[in-house]
């Protein structure tokens, strides 16, 4: 039996909380027992199939065990696609392919291939790193120079999950990623919107309907 633990964040409109992710790898058992606990969502528990994909796809296999992953804490629902990669390491973890992540937190959806696509709320997810203490973030290259102007944590941003791989293998080889110039980021589909605000329907309405450039309502 292997446990290993990664780290992530479930982001709440402008705000992330730290995730924890133990995973537990039976020496005996079937893969059809396998199971995810924590309140997740639809889009975390077809982690597993798209983690699947990815790691046969990057030359890693899949374990013919059975798992069980613990999103903790239980009592936080968790929502997205974003906790693909550090499931996925988790599961690299108990397979022994990497080691510690206790400095680390990622985030990032996964697709069949591999390939790491970008998520929402990374500025958020980067703060609460550095609330947390923790020095080092794994983003998707999309997301990195976005999350990397918050001072005193060093984000990677990484296009493969292969690549994510190697940085914890050999970080020598990899440089943090830096803000655009004058904190200017490249619009992309996962620009904040007012669907990622939960409640304060009253605000958002009033920004809504206030003309541009209106400091009052």
Do not use: W
Not at 3 to 20: E, H, M, N, P, T
């Amino acid at each position: 039996m292997a446990l290993f633990k990664s780290q992530s964040a479930a982001v709440y409109g402008i705000d992330a909380q730290r995730i924890d992710i133990e995973v537990d790898m039976y020496s005996s058992g079937s893969p059809r027992d396998s199971r995810m606990v924590g309140m997740p969502d639809v889009a975390v528990r077809e982690t597993r199939e798209r983690i699947k994909s990815a790691m046969h796809n990057s030359g890693f296999g899949y374990p013919n065990k059975t798992l069980t992953i613990n999103l903790a804490p239980a009592n936080v629902r968790k929502e997205g696609a974003g906790f693909d990669l550090p499931v996925a390491l988790g599961i690299l973890g108990a397979m022994g392919v990497v080691k510690s992540l206790d400095r680390h937190i990622l985030a990032g959806e996964l697709s069949l291939d591999g390939a790491i696509r970008p998520i929402r709320g990374a500025l958020s997810i980067a703060i609460c790193a550095r609330a947390e203490g923790l020095p080092n973030l794994v983003l998707p290259a999309e997301n990195a120079a976005e999350a990397a102007v918050v001072e005193g944590v060093s984000v990677c941003g990484m296009r493969h999950l292969a690549e994510v791989v190697a940085l914890l293998q050999r970080p020598e080889e990899f440089a943090p990623a830096v803000p655009k110039p004058n904190g200017a980021f490249v619009e992309s589909s996962t620009a904040p919107d007012f669907r990622e605000v939960r409640g304060q329907t009253m605000a958002k309405r009033a920004l809504e309907v206030a003309p541009p450039g209106s400091t009052t309502f």
